[in-house]
Every structure is written in structure tokens, then in C-alpha cells.
């Protein structure tokens, strides 16, 4: 008899798990993939939309082409999830599943902060690396200021990416010498997860750069006034501000009793499998706690790599075909620095003591690998 295989988000988790379910199950089973948005937007190439060397267009793509490929589409707001019964209610209307997947993501809450959404630019949204790109290229000077507002965000390197890539930018129209870019993180260091010496490295890259880091520092508010009020009494005026607001568990998520202490969906670390039966989360909407005393970071290419096991393992339990499969925690980044150049961090985060991380200095090589990269990933999944 043929199954529903019902995947609740369409994002880098979701699309992934949708096509290798579909490709490897028998027509007779149902594969199906809900999403509030219409068009899925590849969220690494933000930052290329920050410096105009993207539109929106460009980097996005409508989740209905899926249905060619015989993955049902349903374009709605997961209002609730039961997940003893695996019933789900999207827009009122309520779908069952045999096997559910959550790959809803993390929900981004710049409300956390009084007064940032209305004084900054969300680096985190396609909406926000417009908005930004639209005040990079009237900005004549000034202190541009760069700001994480909680630790624990999605893709560790990204602010620092942006730093570095804004700085190119201010020197290619000329305001460079006129500018002061300052980085404050809520983290201790960039990328801590990865290590003392990636933290080092990339604090070197953003000195070379002469950006400022001021690590550690708690936003508490915005002024209006261009001001950012932290923990601890510190104040810095801005006149262009980009920030990373706090993240959480979406509130369906939260609401459907899914989330543990740390707040989000807690998995089997190796096969993404949630307490309820028949119920797997992946992606940024778990936390996967490691030795350190940290959880692996948030990232597409763990969400990716997540969701091949899960759809393998749900193959396996349908079909009773291939193998049960196995996340390991390895990953790999690019990190932009600007000039055309990237990094490249890759290693085992589940190795232990501690995870095992190298990071390869900035060259054109791994800039156009990032590049090639998102070509091949739109290209493929969607
Ligand atoms: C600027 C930036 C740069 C990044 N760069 C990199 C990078 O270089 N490398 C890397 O590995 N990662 C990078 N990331 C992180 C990466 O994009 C995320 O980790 C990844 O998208 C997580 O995948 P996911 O499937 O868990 O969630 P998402 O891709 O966020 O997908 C979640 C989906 O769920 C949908 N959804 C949520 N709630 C509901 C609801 N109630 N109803 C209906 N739909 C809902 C959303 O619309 C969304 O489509 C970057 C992120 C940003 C913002």
C-alpha cells in the first residue's frame, strides 16, 4: 500500500529530502512538501545580493518546479503539528502523514532587540542584503557598523563574510578612507565551534582589513538616535548598521511541544530521528549538542547532509531497500574575504574531544568553488 512521506519546509533540508525520496520511491507513495514561501532563495548568495553581484532573481527558484518531478507541492503556513499522530494543519486544512519530516528552519526574531529592525539591515534576509545593497551604494562615509545580536545564528561565517565583502565594496566606489567598519559579535570568537585557530585566522583576516572586532559584546538596544546600547554599559554610534537578529524555534514548532530545553527539536545525532515515532528533524531547527559543551552549528550543508540520511533511512523503513545510513557531523564552509578571494573550513564536528577543523587561506579557487557551487545546487534540487 502506498505511503505519504509529508516534509514541512522548503528549504535547503526540505528540498533535498523531498528529491531523494522521490527519486528512490515507487510512484505508488506520496512525497509531499509544504512551504509558506512560493520560491525557494539560496540563502549563501545573500551576500552577493548585499554587493549587487546578484539579484534576487537570480539566486531564487519556484518551488513548484518540483511538481515535474512528482513531488506534490502544497504553498501554505504550518499552523500545527501533532506529532504522536503525525497530523499536520496547513492553513486550516489537515494532512496525515506516515512519515514526517521537519526541516522548518529557524525562525529569525530581530523583535528580541528594541529598536534594531528599525534602525539596521537584516543581513539574514533576502529582503534585508536589498535593503542593504540599496544603502551600500548611496553610502559616502561614515561608520558602518556590523553587529550579531544573540550567538547560536546559522552559518557562523557569514557577518564576517559580510564584513570583509562591504570593506571590498567601500574601496571599489572609493569611500574606503572615509569609512570605519567595526564588527560587535554576542560570540567570543568567530567561528568557535571550529576552533581556537580558525577563530585566530579570521580575526587576522578582518585586521588585515583594518576592520575593528569587538567580540563578546550583548546588545540590549538600538536608540533611535543611530546608538547601540550594550551588556556592560559599552555604546557605539552607527550611520549604516547590518545585523544578525537573534534566532529560535519557529513558534509551530515551539507550540507543538517538539522543542526540548535548549529550545529546539532534539534527534538521534546519527539518524535525525526525533522521540516520536516515525517523526525525523533536521536541518537549523535542531540542536545536536557535541562535546565541547556547544551544539554543531546551524548550516546548509548539514542540513543538506542531514536530509540524505533521513530520506535514505525512510527509503529503508518504506522499501526495505539500500542501507540504514549515518550523519557523521563532517561539513565544509567557504568564507568570502573579498578581492574575489574565499576561504575554505572543512573537518569532522563530531570528532572528539573536541572537532577537528582546517581552514585554507583565502585564494580565487575557493571563491569560484563557491560560485560553481550555487550554480550546481539550484541547477540540481530544484
Ligand atoms: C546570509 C546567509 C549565508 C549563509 N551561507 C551559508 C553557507 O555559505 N554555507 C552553509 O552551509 N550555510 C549557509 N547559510 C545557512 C543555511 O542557509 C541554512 O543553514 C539552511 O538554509 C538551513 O536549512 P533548513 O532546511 O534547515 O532551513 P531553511 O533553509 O531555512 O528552510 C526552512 C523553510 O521552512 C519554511 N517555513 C518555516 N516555518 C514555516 C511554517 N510555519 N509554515 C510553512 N513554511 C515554513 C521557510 O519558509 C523555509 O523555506 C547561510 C545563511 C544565511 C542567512
Redesign the pocket.
Given at each position: 500500500m502506498g505511503k505519504t512521506v509529508l516534509i514541512?519546509?522548503?528549504?535547503?533540508?526540505?528540498l533535498v529530502a523531498a528529491n531523494k525520496l522521490r527519486s528512490w520511491l515507487a510512484g505508488e507513495h506520496e512525497v509531499t512538501l509544504?512551504?509558506?514561501?512560493a520560491s525557494?532563495a539560496f540563502?549563501?548568495s545573500?551576500?552577493w545580493v548585499m554587493t549587487g553581484s546578484r539579484t534576487a532573481q537570480k539566486i531564487s527558484r519556484p518551488l513548484a518546479r518540483l511538481e515535474r518531478r512528482g513531488i506534490e507541492v502544497v504553498r501554505?503556513?504550518?499552523?500545527s503539528i501533532e506529532p504522536f499522530s503525525r497530523g499536520v494543519i496547513v492553513d486550516g486544512r489537515s494532512l496525515e502523514a506516515d512519515y514526517l519530516v521537519i526541516?522548518?528552519?529557524?525562525?529569525l526574531a530581530p523583535e528580541l532587540v528594541p529598536g534594531l529592525s528599525q534602525a539596521g539591515h537584516d543581513?539574514?534576509s533576502l529582503e534585508g542584503?536589498l535593503s542593504l545593497r540599496e544603502a551600500l551604494s548611496h553610502f559616502a562615509g561614515g561608520r558602518l557598523v556590523l553587529l550579531t545580536a544573540a550567538p547560536g545564528y546559522?552559518?557562523p561565517?557569514?557577518p564576517y563574510e559580510a564584513a570583509m565583502l562591504i570593506e571590498h565594496e567601500c574601496r571599489r566606489r572609493g569611500v574606503r578612507g572615509q569609512t570605519e567598519i567595526e564588527l560587535y559579535s554576542a560570540e567570543p570568537a568567530p567561528m568557535g565551534v571550529a576552533g581556537p585557530e580558525v577563530s585566530e585566522s579570521v580575526v587576522r583576516m578582518l585586521g588585515e582589513k583594518g576592520i575593528r572586532y569587538h567580540p563578546g559584546q550583548q546588545i540590549q538596544t538600538v536608540e533611535a538616535g543611530r546608538r547601540l546600547r550594550f551588556a556592560g554599559g559599552l555604546e557605539a554610534a552607527f550611520d549604516l548598521l547590518a545585523y544578525v537578529p537573534p534566532h529560535r524555534a519557529?513558534?509551530?514548532v515551539r507550540e507543538a511541544g517538539l522543542t526540548d530545553e535548549s529550545g529546539w527539536i532534539s534527534v538521534d545525532r546519527h539518524t535525525l530521528q526525533t522521540r516520536f515515532p516515525d517523526v525525523w528533524a533536521?536541518?537549523?531547527?535542531v540542536s545536536i549538542p557535541l562535546k565541547l559543551g556547544k551544539p554543531l552549528p546551524?548550516?546548509?550543508?548539514?542540513?543538506h547532509r542531514e536530509a540524505e540520511v533521513v530520506a535514505r533511512n525512510i527509503r529503508r523503513a518504506i522499501s526495505g531497500k539500500g542501507r540504514q545510513a549515518a550523519f557523521d557531523g563532517r561539513?565544509q564552509?567557504?568564507i568570502e574575504a573579498g578581492s574575489g578571494k574565499a576561504g575554505l573550513g572543512h573537518g569532522s564536528f563530531y570528532a572528539e574531544p573536541l572537532p577537528e577543523v582546517r581552514l585554507h587561506r583565502p585564494a580565487r579557487r575557493w571563491h569560484l568553488a563557491?560560485v560553481f557551487y550555487e550554480k550546481e545546487w539550484l541547477g540540481r534540487w530544484l
Open positions: 514541512l519546509g522548503g528549504g535547503v533540508g526540505g509544504v512551504d509558506r514561501q525557494f540563502a549563501p545573500f551576500l501554505g503556513e504550518v499552523e526541516a522548518l528552519g529557524a525562525e543581513l539574514y542584503a546559522k552559518c561565517a557569514a519557529p513558534e509551530v533536521l536541518g537549523d531547527v546551524r548550516a546548509g550543508v548539514f542540513a561539513g564552509c567557504f563557491k
